[in-house]
């Protein structure tokens, strides 16, 4: 048969035991999940939630800082932000410390959208999280910071 190859010829990776393999399933199932239920009815990527909830929790950003702070390329983050602008829920200005940059924050929309999403987006963890104690939870999370700064180390800022 062409194309077929021997049992000892083939390469072994179980992608039920692979870490990025894993990783992506639950992100993409949590994204679907977050779109569905939040997102799709206020015409939010989830792009846009990640530029929303960092302005949320750390306030007015240079495009630059918001696009390091969402692993949001640099290009695209201005193209996202054109589009929150006109949507009534970022405000977009020049930086007071420099004309060439752009400060970009969460409008009283933004804030309250945000403020409605959030519970959403937290019931969300706990369902995924279901299971586990909260300490479970926690090394969870404190590993996937760990093997994120792995990755992120050593490669030039976005």
């Given at each position: 048969?062409?194309?077929?190859?021997?049992v000892k010829d083939r390469i072994h990776l179980d992608l039920g035991n692979y870490l990025p393999y894993l990783l992506n399933r639950v992100g993409f199932a949590l994204v679907e999940s977050f779109t569905a239920e939040a997102l799709k009815a206020d015409g939010l990527s989830i792009d846009?939630?990640?530029?929303?909830?960092a302005l949320s929790n750390n306030g007015g950003q240079r495009q630059v800082d918001l696009s390091e702070m969402t692993s949001i390329d640099v290009s695209t983050m201005s193209r996202l932000v054109s589009r929150l602008v006109p949507m009534g829920l970022v405000t977009r200005s020049r930086s007071q410390t420099s004309n060439r940059e752009v400060?970009?924050?969460l409008s009283a929309k933004g804030r309250a959208l945000v403020r409605r999403l959030i519970p959403i987006a937290q019931t969300l963890?706990?369902?995924?999280?279901?299971g586990l104690t909260?300490?479970?939870l926690a090394e969870a999370k404190r590993l996937l910071?760990?093997?994120?700064?792995?990755?992120a180390k050593g490669r030039p800022p976005r």
């Open positions: 048969m062409p194309g077929a190859f021997s846009m939630w990640r530029v929303l909830a400060v970009v924050a963890e706990r369902k995924a999280s279901a909260a300490k479970e910071t760990r093997m994120y700064a792995n990755l």
